[in-house]
T-cell receptor, first 112, second 114 residues
Framework: GENVEQHPSTLSVQEGDSAVIKCTYS??????FPWYKQELGKRPQLIID?????GEKKDQRIAVTLNKTAKHFSLHITETQPEDSAVYFC???????????FGKGTTLSVSS | DGGITQSPKYLFRKEGQNVTLSCEQN?????MYWYRQDPGQGLRLIYY???????QKGDIAEGYSVSREKKESFPLTVTSAQKNPTAFYLC?????????????FGNGTRLTVT
């Protein structure tokens, strides 16, 4: 089955810096890659997703890149703010009738 | 107000007892999922169901059971066979079988077994 590796497990940045979280996946058939943000004590919320026919997607300060050849995708957050502090999860799906497989998460801390 | 409701928010049980976690959705979603969250382990898939009366095991199904008698409901039973049941349990759903759609999560149930 699909396996998703996520790095780093923790990331500390200063407010205004950029943060990058990287994930790799094992199944070349995977074609959907969402990112979720989970604040302390709350449910995970989708922040951005990308499908395999696209190499990059951007939404304001957040962007995701996908390299299908290397089987990895990354989350980029620019101009980080304290409210970006949370746990971020990447995930991958191999297609219809299957479920999302998640990475182990990255705890991002943004200090002001 | 459409969404996924998990109850209760906190649940305490004695070791050796079975316990059932509730998950109800009024989003008219076909597919529903159960994930378990432990610190540093991410979200691990327990069971999922694409349609009523059908479900599939996820990566960590041992010690758990589910049913899908109604489209709106996907209860999870944590049995006494589950070795480490204490965890945060999240239920989620997706519209239809559109795997490339966002998961809608419930607020979760924190189960503590002593």
């Amino acid at each position: 089955g699909e396996n998703v590796e996520q790095h780093p497990s923790t990331l500390s940045v200063q407010e205004g810096d950029s943060a990058v979280i990287k994930c790799t996946y094992s199944d070349s058939a995977s074609n959907y890659f969402p990112w979720y943000k989970q604040e302390l004590g709350k449910r995970p919320q989708l922040i951005i997703d990308i499908r395999s026919n696209v190499g990059e997607k951007k939404d304001q300060r957040i962007a995701v890149t996908l390299n299908k050849t290397a089987k990895h995708f990354s989350l980029h957050i620019t101009e980080t703010q304290p409210e970006d502090s949370a746990v971020y999860f990447c995930a991958a799906s191999i297609g219809e009738g299957t479920a999302l497989i998640f990475g182990k998460g990255t705890t991002l801390s943004v200090s002001s | 107000d459409g969404g996924i409701t998990q109850s209760p928010k906190y649940l305490f049980r004695k070791e050796g007892q079975n316990v059932t976690l509730s998950c109800e959705q009024n989003l008219n979603h076909d597919a529903m999922y159960w994930y378990r969250q432990d610190p540093g382990q991410g979200l691990r898939l327990i069971y999922y169901s694409q349609i009523v009366n059908d479900f599939q095991k996820g990566d960590i199904a041992e010690g758990y059971s589910v049913s899908r008698e109604k489209k709106e409901s996907f209860p999870l039973t944590v049995t006494s066979a589950q070795k480490n049941p204490t965890a945060f349990y999240l239920c989620a759903s997706i519209s239809g079988s559109r795997y490339n759609s966002p998961l809608h999560f419930g607020n979760g149930t924190r189960l503590t077994v002593t």
